[in-house]
């Protein structure tokens, strides 16, 4: 019964995400979107939190998020993978389950 | 009227919320009173003046050039958090080169951007008359 | 409210600001000027072109104070002041030219 957690809040801003990361389970995914597009990037405070994660998850952001606020590509994490809105739909119906960390 | 020191503390990344263009906005009325504007970036405030934003994918519309004419409106001291930036894996040079034109000095182009530690940070927020937090 | 320019109708805001800021053409800032009695000269077009010009660049109408300041840089110091501007668009430079140049209302200008 995997699970779908959708996080919007930036994990400089707000407890939101470390809260997701405390939660999710195996074999669950992650998707980064709006504020939370800025976490994908490597070599901040935040990236060894989401790099143990993905030990076992999988992780996402929605790559209109990142563009917008300026983060390239070529700087996120090794093994997330960027989506657009279809990707987000097609995770969303892959998933038995969606949270929303707000 | 005396002027006074006015700062508008900016610390949420932009269009995942509307802080970052409202006081953005705020920042271009007030600046019609002619009082002493500063702007501070903090924590994700930062990404506000990131530069390379793109928004076709996000349907909205990209204000970050908007920062570009604070010059224009006398406005050219944006101080940003050292801290901040590294936190974020990021350097000045991931930042708009903002500038501003110094018309005593031949429209010499300017910096406005002075990056600042958390500490010095302190020292300016303590220095003003009044803050707008957004 | 409606300008209909060449038999085309054009969406404009109670205001008379146009709508759609890419559907303007020089036709509708003549439309715009006749409207309000006012025969746009090459004088007139320096200003709205150096409008749209800095919309295209910050994403914003300049205030009044900026315009005036810029005027005066580009296209010299006798230009750059209000009386000039007042002459060329007596309903208020920013709101007048920013209306014929296609740009919404300066920020800041109520």
Request: hydrophobic residues 40%.
């Amino acid at each position: 019964m995997a699970m779908l957690h959708i996080v919007n809040k930036s994990p400089f801003e707000r407890n939101a995400f470390k809260s997701c990361l405390d939660h999710a389970v195996a074999g669950d995914s992650i998707l980064m979107i709006e504020d939370a597009a800025v976490g994908a990037v490597d070599g901040t405070v935040f990236s060894s939190d989401l790099k143990a994660a993905m030990a076992d998850k999988s992780v996402y952001v929605l790559g209109g998020d990142l563009a917008a606020r300026g983060m390239s590509e070529d700087r996120i994490i090794d093994g997330i993978k960027v989506v657009d809105y279809a990707g987000f739909v097609d995770l969303t119906a892959e998933n038995d389950k969606t949270q929303s960390w707000v | 009227m005396a002027t006074k020191k006015f700062m508008y503390v900016n610390r949420k990344a932009p269009y995942g919320t509307v802080y970052a263009l409202e006081s953005l906005e705020v920042v271009l009325i007030a600046a019609a009173f002619e009082q002493d504007v500063s702007l501070a970036f903090i924590d994700d405030g930062v990404y506000q003046i990131a530069k390379g934003q793109n928004t076709d994918g996000i349907g909205m519309k990209n204000f970050s050039a908007t920062y570009n004419a604070l010059g224009d409106y006398e406005i050219n001291k944006l101080y940003v958090e050292k801290e901040s930036l590294e936190e974020r894996g990021l350097t000045e040079d991931d930042l708009m080169p903002i500038v501003w034109e110094d018309e005593d000095d031949d429209w010499a182009e300017k910096p406005s951007i002075r990056i600042v530690s958390r500490a010095e940070m302190a020292d300016i927020l303590a220095d003003q008359d009044v803050h707008y937090s957004f | 409210m409606a300008l209909v320019v060449n038999g085309v109708e054009v969406a404009t805001d109670e205001e008379g600001y146009l709508e759609d800021l890419s559907a303007w053409t020089p036709e509708i800032a003549e439309a715009m000027a006749k409207e309000e009695d006012v025969e746009l000269t090459q004088e007139h077009w320096d200003i709205i072109n150096f409008l749209r010009e800095y919309y295209e660049e910050y994403q914003i109408a300049p205030a009044v104070r900026v315009l005036t300041k810029a005027v005066g840089k580009r296209l010299g110091k006798d230009k750059g002041n209000s009386k000039y501007l007042y002459s060329l668009f007596p309903y208020g430079p920013g709101k007048q030219a920013c209306k014929y140049a296609g740009l919404p209302k300066p920020t800041g200008c109520v």
